[in-house]
């Protein structure tokens, strides 16, 4: 029994006493945010709204929040981001989970990792990805982020319809996404993005189109954590993903106020974000 504790226990301490470093020197940061409409990819995230005009016109408040917990130098980190959202049936917030690894490749910051978007009240939406980015940054241009994601889950976003049966995938739907951001004023940022979602076949045959969408605008920092953003998002393709947004009233003689819309109609978004 001596000899086995005196052969297992550097085998049980040693990679303790090496984490220890690390775990000294993690660092856990958070934000919370007030938006007047959460787009993910160019597209609304509450379109199921009743007898709701404003969901027509673009004013979808959601709030939002997450951590981020870096483990020291390594690269290594984890977190979760979380909104409400509205546009799954049963479901009101989407929780993000990801992990990765951040270093340096030349002139190059790179990261590495894997994200999986769940919606506790219907899990049919839930979709994973692997991603990785690189990015190039010039104190007289600004900076340039290239990143991919690649959908590994069977359904994305539940386009496909895979929990309910329809036998269809949205595996290998991919999305490339280049970024710009530059300081242009004391204390204001200029922010602008294009990206473009490559669906899988299973949903293009569904009549869903790959598409491209856009993000322009500017923050300003007020300083202690407090920043206020201004953009304008959206995307194109936008009757391949028409919504109906308010059902209207049925008085026996038709649809009455029925609003039909776009989830990828452009919309002027304000965010108000507080890093903890």
Avoid at 162 to 188: D, Q, R
């Amino acid at each position: 029994m001596k000899h086995l504790l005196r052969t297992a226990l550097p085998v049980l301490v040693l990679p303790t006493l090496a984490a220890l470093p690390m775990l000294a020197n993690a660092q856990l940061t958070g934000n919370v945010a007030l938006t007047t409409d959460y787009k993910f990819r160019g597209q609304d995230q509450d379109m199921l709204g009743k007898n709701d005009y404003a969901k027509t016109r673009g004013f979808k408040p959601a709030i939002q929040g997450g951590f981020d917990y870096a483990f020291g130098e390594s690269g290594f980190y984890v977190g979760n981001w979380n909104s409400s959202v509205n546009w799954l049936k049963g479901n009101s917030l989407e929780s993000d989970i990801y992990g990765g690894y951040k270093f340096k490749a030349g002139p190059l910051d790179m990261d590495v990792g894997a994200l999986t978007y769940l919606y506790p009240g219907n899990s049919a939406g839930n979709t994973t990805e692997l991603y990785g980015s690189a990015c190039y940054t010039d104190e007289t241009i600004g900076s340039f982020t290239l990143k991919y994601s690649h959908t590994v889950s069977k359904d994305y976003f539940n386009l496909a319809g895979n929990k309910g049966g329809s036998g269809l995938k949205g595996t290998n739907t991919g999305y490339l996404n280049l970024a710009y951001s530059k300081e242009i004023f004391p204390k204001v940022m200029l922010k602008a993005a294009v990206g473009y979602t490559n669906m899988s076949s299973d949903i293009r045959r569904l009549g869903y189109k790959s598409y491209v969408d856009y993000n322009i605008g500017a923050s300003y920092d007020f300083g202690n954590g407090l920043s206020l953003a201004g953009s304008v998002q959206g995307a194109n393709k936008q009757n391949a993903y028409a919504a109906v947004s308010n059902p209207g009233y049925d008085l026996g003689f038709g649809t009455f106020g029925k609003q039909t819309y776009s989830p990828n109609k452009a919309r002027f978004i304000l965010t108000l974000t507080k890093a903890l």
